[in-house]
T-cell receptor, first 112, second 112 residues
Framework: DAKTTQPPSMDCAEGRAANLPCNHS???????VYWYRQIHSQGPQYIIH???NNETNEMASLIITEDRKSSTLILPHATLRDTAVYYC?????????????FGKGTRLSVIA | ETGVTQSPTHLIKTRGQQVTLRCSSQ?????VSWYQQALGQGPQFIFQ???????GRGNFPPRFSGLQFPNYSSELNVNALELDDSALYLC???????????FGPGTRLLVL
């Protein structure tokens, strides 16, 4: 079973920041937080991952609370193309080949 | 650098038939994982191949089998197809020591 809890759906106005929360209260010290997204009928797309420090790349920022029990994925300027299901996944560090355990994710709708 | 590719994109089979799905891993990746995604659900791990051997399996029956070839490409075979096998089948590639799995576009299988 997935070790994360996410809201089933969220809306965001185009051009605004989209903040997607994820709870992972049972995360272990050696587990990363990963985010993937899946645009309708396509394969999941890797977004970002982090262990305990905040991370930023060209797609998004990941903010992890100090106790590591929750995190937020931030899309700074959402566009219509960001409409997708976003999955938050925890996974043991140094285990690049262990399977990903997906929950149901958050369906983000970006509205014009 | 080429990404993960899968073939065919769509497939229709009848109950009881057999099907073979194919995946070419991303350049430099030596591990392929297969996932099944039913409508409205997150992807579920089927199995993984590393160095041409099965390296982990999810809760799927033996009629789901696979192969990995020396060039790291992979096949997923499903025998005695059932209606519930209708799904999007995804493969993801990764390499030893790398934390991230990258997904292909998927093969959508419909069993009638």
């Amino acid at each position: 079973d997935a070790k994360t809890t996410q809201p089933p759906s969220m809306d965001c106005a185009e051009g605004r920041a989209a903040n997607l929360p994820c709870n992972h209260s049972t995360i272990s010290g050696n587990e990363y937080v990963y985010w993937y997204r899946q645009i309708h009928s396509q394969g999941p797309q890797y977004i970002i991952h982090g262990l305990k420090n905040n991370e930023t790349n060209e797609m998004a920022s990941l903010i992890i609370t100090e106790d590591r029990k929750s995190s937020t994925l931030i899309l700074p300027h959402a566009t219509l193309r960001d409409t997708a299901v976003y999955y938050c996944i925890v996974r043991v560090a140094g285990s690049g080949n262990t399977p990903l355990v997906f929950g149901k994710g958050t369906r983000l709708s970006v509205i014009a | 650098e080429t990404g993960v590719t899968q073939s065919p994109t769509h497939l229709i089979k009848t109950r009881g038939q057999q099907v073979t799905l194919r995946c070419s891993s991303q350049s430099g990746h030596n591990t392929v994982s297969w996932y099944q995604q039913a409508l409205g659900q997150g992807p579920q791990f089927i199995f993984q191949y590393y160095r041409e051997e099965e390296n982990g399996r999810g809760n799927f029956p033996p009629r789901f089998s696979g192969l990995q070839f020396p060039n790291y490409s992979s096949e997923l075979n499903v025998n005695a197809l059932e209606l519930d096998d209708s799904a999007l089948y995804l493969c993801a590639s990764s390499s030893t020591g790398q934390e991230t799995q990258y997904f292909g576009p998927g093969t959508r299988l419909l069993v009638l």
